[in-house]
């Protein structure tokens, strides 16, 4: 039976985690049968450990996003401790983001180092976050030798030769809801680039919801509109695409395939 994954969402966030069992419920019924929840803090960490504990379909990472400032500065050794927890599948949110910070911090480089560096250690992949910076991660991910443990380049809308680059170094790519919005055909030209074995879909929710959603709240459940719409868009029965990206996400997480007879909420 048909299913996909949700590589990418934050359910301990306002407007997904008090409505949980609702959110849940909502993905079984579009057949997303596994998400994986990105932390973005270390003081956040606990939460979404929480979640995935107490539903057998969800995971989790562990991070600290780029912009993120005034938190928890994690080292190599807290991210490993975190990341032994069994529903942890990989680290991050990581990577550059020099949009808001224009002055391209230092710290946030180092930040990013750290992370892979324990991602190296745990010997997990990487969930990588990178906007308006995209040479700087690309160079620190080589220098640091991210290419032993691969990842994701999430939410992606840099360039094609960015995308060949983290195709290179054994990165996955995943498209969010952006894919869906009338002005982002760059994106679909780097689908269209992308193998087909190393595409991803996810939501980023509560950011980022698809077309027809698009400017409301978003939640796991949407990723079904990515995936309708970058199967027509690259002309794949919706069914082959599904069970590619499912099986991807599988992959590179070590996800135990979940069929959707046996999700519950």
Same mark, same amino acid.
């Given at each position: 039976?048909?299913?996909?994954?949700?590589?990418?969402?934050?359910?301990?966030?306002?407007?997904?985690?008090?409505?949980?069992?609702?959110?849940?419920?909502?993905?079984?019924?579009?057949?997303?049968?596994?998400? #994986?929840?990105?932390?973005? =803090? $270390?003081?956040?960490? %606990?939460? /979404?450990?929480? @979640?995935? +504990?107490?539903?057998?379909?969800?995971?989790?990472?562990?991070?600290?996003?780029?912009?993120?400032?005034?938190?928890?500065?994690?080292? #190599?050794?807290?991210?490993? =401790? $975190?990341?032994?927890? %069994?529903? /942890?599948?990989? @680290?991050? +949110?990581?990577?550059?983001?020099?949009?808001?910070?224009?002055?391209?911090?230092?710290?946030?480089?180092?930040?990013?180092?750290?992370?892979?560096?324990?991602?190296? =250690?745990?010997?997990?992949?990487?969930?990588?976050?990178?906007?308006?910076?995209?040479?700087?991660?690309?160079?620190?991910?080589?220098?640091?030798?991210?290419?032993?443990?691969?990842?994701?380049?999430?939410?992606?809308?840099?360039?094609?030769?960015?995308?060949?680059?983290?195709?290179?170094?054994?990165?996955?790519?995943?498209?969010?809801?952006?894919?869906?919005?009338?002005?982002?055909?760059?994106?679909?030209?780097?689908?269209?680039?992308?193998?087909?074995?190393?595409?991803?879909?996810?939501?980023?929710?509560?950011?980022?919801?698809?077309?027809?959603?698009?400017?409301?709240?978003?939640?796991?459940?949407?990723?079904?509109?990515?995936?309708?719409?970058?199967?027509?868009?690259?002309?794949?029965?919706?069914?082959?695409?599904?069970?590619?990206?499912?099986?991807?996400?599988?992959?590179?997480?070590?996800?135990?395939?979940?069929?959707?007879?046996?999700?519950?909420?």
């Amino acid at each position: 039976m048909m299913q996909l994954i949700d590589t990418h969402c934050h359910l301990e966030f306002p407007g997904l985690k008090e409505r949980l069992d609702e959110v849940l419920a909502n993905m079984a019924a579009n057949r997303v049968t596994a998400a #994986v929840s990105i932390g973005t =803090t $270390l003081e956040r960490a %606990p939460e /979404v450990l929480e @979640i995935a +504990e107490a539903h057998p379909h969800i995971w989790a990472t562990v991070g600290v996003h780029p912009d993120n400032e005034g938190v928890e500065e994690p080292t #190599v050794d807290r991210l490993v =401790t $975190l990341a032994n927890h %069994p529903k /942890v599948v990989a @680290i991050g +949110e990581t990577g550059l983001d020099y949009y808001r910070l224009s002055d391209a911090p230092e710290w946030q480089r180092n930040r990013f180092r750290v992370h892979i560096q324990a991602a190296r =250690t745990a010997n997990l992949p990487l969930v990588i976050h990178t906007r308006a910076a995209a040479q700087d991660t690309i160079a620190i991910l080589r220098e640091e030798g991210a290419e032993a443990v691969g990842g994701v380049m999430h939410c992606f809308t840099e360039s094609r030769e960015t995308a060949k680059a983290a195709l290179d170094l054994g990165f996955f790519i995943s498209f969010s809801g952006i894919a869906t919005f009338k002005n982002a055909t760059s994106v679909r030209e780097v689908a269209r680039y992308v193998p087909l074995d190393r595409i991803l879909v996810e939501t980023d929710a509560p950011y980022l919801a698809p077309v027809p959603h698009r400017g409301k709240r978003c939640e796991p459940a949407f990723v079904r509109h990515t995936a309708e719409f970058l199967a027509e868009w690259l002309g794949i029965d919706f069914a082959t695409f599904a069970e590619r990206t499912t099986e991807n996400a599988c992959r590179l997480f070590s996800l135990p395939v979940t069929h959707p007879k046996e999700v519950s909420v």
